[in-house]
């Protein structure tokens, strides 16, 4: 059983949509990363969220930890290509481990 | 310029050959992670260590064994590869600090094919 799954598993979305990607558990984290990444190479830190209910942005990125700290989402607006990638989000639980989501692959269409 | 650092980033071998596939960071962190991960799928632990001489098993089982006898280096080991362990391998690292911060800075990978 995967403590965190995310929503849709696939987005395939034309330039200048926007887009919402969901992170769920039944578990309550310490935190909440989101990670990008390429194909080919590592995934990439975009935020950490600390806070139940803090919101942080980054550029046309708004990324949004739930009440509870059990959920997050992430909000791109106007995708772009260059935001064509894999998103995992990452819960921090116990001794400081990470635990991965699922991970939602994003392809943006020019 | 801290990074972390993996190689070799492609591997192809035959079954039943004993590999080893490299880890080195200059942050001078404590913390270091091996993650397993099919392609576009999610990560899977299956090592890490929280300092020299530390190593400990993750969440995943694996047949491969890790070593941390310097900070800056984590090496994983397969002593008799096989098909089921083609693959793409990620070694992390991360400070040793307290709380909800535990941020990971990832090397780019090593995907092994095994034949």
């Known amino acids: 059983t995967q403590l965190l799954e995310q929503s849709p598993q696939f987005l395939s979305i034309q330039e200048g949509e926007n887009l919402t990607v969901y992170c769920n558990s039944s578990?309550?984290?310490?935190?909440l990363q989101w990670y990008r990444q390429e194909p080919g190479e590592g995934p990439v830190l975009l935020v950490t969220?600390?806070?139940?209910?803090e919101v942080k942005k980054l550029k046309r990125l708004t990324f949004q930890f739930g009440d509870a700290r059990k959920d997050s989402s992430l909000h791109i607006t106007a995708a772009q290509p260059g935001d064509t990638g894999l998103y995992l989000c990452?819960?921090?639980?116990?001794?400081?481990?990470?635990?991965f989501g699922t991970g939602t692959r994003l392809t943006v269409i020019p | 310029e801290a990074d972390i650092y993996q190689t070799p980033r492609y591997l192809v071998i035959g079954t039943g050959k004993k590999i080893t596939l490299e880890c080195s960071q200059t942050?001078?962190?404590?913390?270091m992670y091996w993650y397993q991960q099919d392609p576009g799928m999610e990560l899977h632990l299956i090592h890490y260590?929280?300092?020299?001489?530390?190593?400990e098993k993750g969440d995943l089982s694996s047949e491969s064994t890790v070593s941390r006898i310097r900070t800056e280096h984590f090496p994983l080991t397969l002593e008799s590869a096989r098909p089921s362990h083609t693959s793409q391998y990620l070694c992390?690292?991360?400070?040793?600090?307290?709380?909800?911060?535990?941020?990971?800075?990832f090397g780019p990978g090593t995907r092994l094919t095994v034949l």
């Open positions: 578990s309550v984290f310490s935190s």
């Open positions: 260590s929280y300092g020299v001489n530390s190593t």
């Open positions: 942050m001078g962190h404590d913390k």
């Open positions: 990452a819960g921090v639980k116990g001794a400081n481990n990470l635990f």
């Open positions: 992390a690292s991360s400070e040793r600090l307290g709380g909800p911060y535990n941020e990971q800075f």
């Open positions: 969220v600390v806070t139940g209910g």
